[in-house]
Nanobody, 115 residues
């Protein structure tokens, strides 16, 4: 079965950095676009960044452009989100996502940006 497992979240001060990881299994990882979403209580889940199957095409939400970098390692079935210059408004639970035969989500990893 499809499994997406996020890790790397935590508490960081404003201006700091974190690297999130998503370990994928149960499907042909190298054939599918992958995405990172985030959600805060009371708000809809929002797309943060996505990456094509080969990694050659990436897209970012305006709020994170220039600060976040999405990448993937198809040999390891891993996706990453490097987050720099973090702001308090980046505080959220971050989810890994793939749309294969249906929509799949990981369990999420909490990122808290606070002094």
């Amino acid at each position: 079965q499809v499994q997406l497992v996020e890790s790397g979240g935590g508490l960081v001060q404003p201006g700091g950095s974190l690297r999130l990881s998503c370990a994928a299994s149960g499907f042909a990882f190298d054939m599918w676009r992958m995405s990172w979403y985030r959600q805060t209580p009371g708000k809809e889940r929002e797309l943060v960044a996505s990456i094509s199957s080969t990694g050659g095409n990436t897209n970012y939400a305006d709020a994170v452009k220039g600060r976040f970098t999405i990448s993937r390692d198809n040999a390891k079935n891993m996706m990453y989100l490097q987050m720099n210059s973090l702001k308090p408004e980046d505080t959220a639970t971050y989810y890994c996502n793939v749309v294969w035969n249906k929509v799949y989500w990981g369990q999420g990893t909490q990122v808290t940006v606070s002094s």
